[in-house]
């Protein structure tokens, strides 16, 4: 009777292992996909955006601005603010950064050819609140040119508009804060 009872919880013993380790495993190949998943967004994100050293011809254009003395903080009252500006930039690659992480599995296999395929249904009204600002800055009108050509703009071209957008307005903003920076330290220094 004994010997029974050691083998039925010897029995149930190993069951239980072999449930847990199962379970472990079913956690792990979890984590790993996930963490594959993650991996996946990261580059298709920074695929999509960029920084301003991806668009060379937009970051010379705010440094010879920069470099003749053309540019500052607010030059013009009655122009928009650059924090505003910003966030009217932010906001629409915030939407750019929202529609990646809502990609099914299989369009993440895919990478951003939904993105080139899909229509903007917004077009260009998305980007009403920074089309008059695009039009002024010539590297980003140029690429503005090309996308508005076949009167349809998909997401991929919205997203490079706005970020291009941004990333110039943020490269500005550290040009001055740099060059601010400088002129205080040199200040203190005498």
């Keep these: 009777m004994k010997k029974t009872i050691l083998r039925i919880v010897l029995a149930l013993t190993c069951l239980s292992l072999v449930f847990i380790g199962f379970i472990f495993i079913a956690y792990f190949l979890d984590r790993q996909k996930q963490k594959e998943e993650m991996v996946l967004l990261d580059s298709l994100q920074k695929e999509l955006r960029p920084d301003i050293d991806s668009y060379p011809k937009l970051k010379k254009y705010y440094l010879d601005l920069f470099n003749k003395g053309l540019i500052s903080q607010d030059i013009d009252a009655s122009y928009k603010p650059m924090y505003q500006r910003v966030e009217e930039a932010e906001l629409i690659t915030l939407n750019c950064s929202i529609k990646i992480y809502d990609l099914t599995e ?64 943020n490269y500005q903003s550290n040009l001055i804060e740099n060059e601010f920076n400088h002129q205080t330290k040199s200040e203190v220094l005498q």
Excluded: Q
């Excluded at 917004?122 to 090309?146: C, Q, W």
């Design 106 to 169: 299989d369009e993440l296999a895919l990478g951003l050819k939904k993105f080139d395929n899909e229509i903007n249904t917004e077009g260009y009204d998305s980007l009403h609140s920074i089309m008059e600002d695009i039009n002024k800055i010539p590297p980003i009108a140029r690429v503005f040119t090309e996308y508005k050509a076949d009167n349809k703009i998909t997401d991929r071209e919205l997203c490079t508009l706005a970020n291009m957008y941004e990333r110039g307005l």
